[in-house]
């Protein structure tokens, strides 16, 4: 039974990772059309969206690292 929940568990955490990549996809779509709106500023909204992408990305690897604690370490 234990066993069962853990692997249910760490099912469930993984969701997260496909809430990390759809948020990375919106990082990148909100991207492309800043600069087709302003093309000067594509610098400053590059940096930007790279650090949102880290964010996102960094949800997902805590997910997934839960997912991996959830099975092997309790």
Request: proline content about 1%; some cysteine; glycine content about 14%.
């Amino acid at each position: 039974m234990i066993e069962a929940g853990k692997y249910i568990g760490s099912g469930l955490s993984t969701i997260a990772l496909g809430g990390a990549a759809c948020g990375a996809g919106l990082v990148f779509s909100a991207l492309i059309g800043g600069v087709a709106r302003n093309p000067s500023l594509r610098s400053e909204l590059f940096g930007l969206s790279i650090l949102s992408f880290a964010l996102c990305e960094a949800i997902g690897l805590f997910s997934y690292i839960f997912a991996f604690l959830l099975i092997f370490a309790f």
